[in-house]
């Protein structure tokens, strides 16, 4: 336990009128961009940190993670109000967010979104402020081995996701792999697929394709609507929203859905403290595990509450979490952690195990700015759902078109040029058809997010074992979550759906 | 930290030719006319990073000095190669400069097919930081030089050592034939998934170009091995792979490319005002929050590294395919 006087100094620190000016300019800047589709958050951190180098070392964190922690709002809400999820993460969202809006419960939607992301983000800060050290040394224990298995699990929980035709889904999950198997070969260290593109060296850029299978296809179908209307249902009027009268949460309904949201936090917190994972993983695991596992998995995907709960909560914690490994043992658990690496080091502090022992006050001083963006998350987030409500109520050919163009500008800067443009284009006529035909765009891209970690683990696994199965026995957790998958696909897998379809 | 107030110190051969000092460059001198606009810094890695903090610091210290405009962009991909492609099809004006690392000219021709570029593709008006590279082990592993751990291996028939990058690989491997014995190397997904591997004690060491430093600093980590010519710093009794025996070392410059004939009056101009830039105290105390201090070769030593290095990765190649 730290000297008590370093926590409050440090904590103190985190008060002053500067700071909190930097704290609320971030979660702002973080909620806007977040909740432009074809802005990315990373692109933001990545720009404000040469901005911080003039600003005193507490400060410039604080203002980089309030960007990131605005973030995890703002993606929310065009995920919700539009089913244009703007991030990877924020896509589980959109699965209940956006049903619940289109019954005209938008505001309802958001609300919920906003309060259960804050109690996930706030929960794994207090993880992170009270236990980071015993649970950095845990997650050391997981391995290329355990890692591997911890893939496997994933992929057999996320079953829940294939749609409703089993093979479609599978199929779907098939081109994931495919297409995530573009790039350099993890075993061999050579470019695989890339087709003389030198651009494809590091794989096809996930933001191009996320924003152009989640939101731009989403688009194309909204733009089709304009020219051919579907038969009851006004997609040129997206003001509907907020129509169904009261759009207030109560603690009561916050309260009813707190298994899901307490499970989503823990698994969000977990997989944050794990180095490597990182969010989307979070949101989808904790979507499907919380699907499969209650007694009426049919109700999510039409609205739910719970859904929204489980997506929200456990992608947001993961930011808060993916600070342990860093401040804990300088590893940064994702691109992000990487950038706040860098704004380190410019500002002459060197994360590693040392750092709580040399830089104690400029990290209590952190754990207290992160609570105050909290704080601010929430409040800039009520002033902005009647924001982003103003704007939807704007005619559905303004806002769609508009979104359009910010998705076509935003990858242009995000990808460096015209490259991860057409990616995204190709992955949006791809995502069109895909939706067209019935196939699982969500199914897709989890098997894209999760397939270079699932590689990339077998071969450091098949190199450290030599390749001998019976290595497996030391390696209690990688057993365990062996075990997990089995029990995942049977009583997690879609017989439970199909059953309950027949009755 | 220490911050020597040293100009110049560069760790590979090459820096002990070039020996001029640094008064010589203190005042570029640069053609009529030049620069006629902005001169553009791209950046090989994505905004953020080392190199890219490195970039952005010099060409603030450039526009001090020479009054030039520099905006700086990045152009992140295929480790620093989108960057180096681009550079083929700029204009050879002088007003773009790459910022990138020698490892992508001197490697990556050979050891990937499709690259259009080779380490004579272009000019190089300097370098502006050495990253050295030391092979680390957890503090209670039963080895503590190259040697045991080489006899470690021996022992055990094997031993794993995660890594980074396609060059550290490669320095694996040729330890591994040197010593005739089976090591294996564990490619992670970046240095910091490579450190965390060594940290879990799911492989027996790692290579390392900075991270390490405070895991040793804490008493975690224990250098093995230094793979540059010169101890460093922060391990001083632990030997280099020169000192035992070992003709393979894995070090890299970060450093400035020019598209292929830029008029030599500009390129001297460059060097020149580079130069003075590397040796300014606020790049020294960024090259100090580095654990480092500025190593800038010139011209003549960079093209001399980049040529020994790329040899030597060919020679390497050439014998694998056959």
Known sequence: MPDISIVFSGLADAFTLGNLLYILLGVTLGQIVGAIPGLSILMALAIAIPLTYSLDTLTAISFLISINKGGTIGG?????????????????????????????????????????????????????????????????????????????????????????????????????????????????????????FIELVDGVPLTAIAVGMLAVSEIFVKISEFVVPTEGEDATDSAQVFDKGDQNVTFAELWANRVVAFRAMVIGTVIGAIPGLGSTTAGFLSYSISKQSAKDPEAFGTGDPRGIAASEAANSAVVGANLIPLLTLGIPGNIAAALLVSAFIIHGVQPGPLLFERQGQLIYGLFGAMLIANVFNLIVGQFGMRFWAMIVSAPAKVVYGGALLLCITGMYFAAGGVFGLVIMLAAAVIGYIMRLTGFSVIAFIVAFVLTPQLERSINQAILITDGDFSELAHHPIAIGLLVASVFAIYFLGPWKKRESLIK | MNIHHQYIRPIAIAGVLFATPMAVFAEAECPAGYPSGPIDFVVAYGAGGGTDAIARMLATQLEENMGWTIPVSNKPGAGGGV?????????????????????????????????????????????????????????????????????????????????????????????????????????????????????????????????????????????????????????????????????????????????????????????????????????????????TTPANLGSAGAVEFIQNQAAEYQAIFAARNN
């Open chain 1, 76 to 196: 929310a809400v065009p995920a919700i109000l539009l089913n244009t999820p703007g991030t990877p993460e924020s896509a589980a969202t959109a699965l209940d967010g956006y049903p619940m809006a289109k019954k005209g419960q938008g505001g309802k939607a958001m609300k919920y979104s906003l309060y259960y992301s804050v109690f996930g983000d706030v929960s794994s800060d207090i993880v992170l402020i009270t236990v980071s050290l015993p649970l950095a040394a845990l997650a050391l224990k997981m391995g290329p081995i355990e890692i591997m298995t911890l893939m496997i699990l994933a992929f057999t929980v996320i079953a829940g996701l294939v749609g409703s035709s089993l093979v479609k889904g599978l199929m779907s999950v098939a081109f994931g792999f495919l297409l995530a198997s573009v790039g350099l070969d993890p075993a061999m260290g050579s470019a695989r697929f890339t087709f003389g």
């Open chain 2, 83 to 291: 960057m180096m492609a681009s550079l083929l099809g700029e204009a050879a004006d002088g007003l773009t400069v790459g910022v990138g690392s020698t490892n992508t000219v001197t490697l990556d021709p050979y050891a990937n097919e499709g690259i259009d570029f080779t380490w004579e593709s272009f000019d190089y008006p300097g370098t502006a930081m050495a990253v050295t590279f030391g092979l680390v082990a957890l503090a209670d592993a039963p080895y503590s030089t190259l040697e045991e751990f080489i006899d470690f291996a021996r022992e055990n028939g094997r031993a794993t050592v995660s890594t980074s990058a396609i060059a550290i690989e490669i320095a694996v491997q040729r330890i591994a034939e040197h010593y005739d014995v089976n090591l294996i190397p564990v490619p992670g997904n970046g240095a910091a998934d490579a450190l965390q591997s060594a940290l879990g004690g799911h492989v027996d060491a790692t290579i390392q170009g900075s991270q390490h430093i405070q895991q040793i600093e804490a008493g975690n980590m224990k250098q093995l091995s230094t793979l540059v010519s010169e101890r460093v710093s922060y391990a001083p009794d632990t030997m280099t792979t020169i000192e035992s025996g070992v003709n393979v070392t894995a070090g890299a410059y970060v450093l400035f490319v020019l598209p292929k004939g830029v008029d030599p009056a500009i390129q001297t101009c460059l060097e020149g005002a580079i130069a003075e830039a590397t040796a300014s105290d606020a790049y020294t105390e960024l090259m100090a929050n580095f654990n």
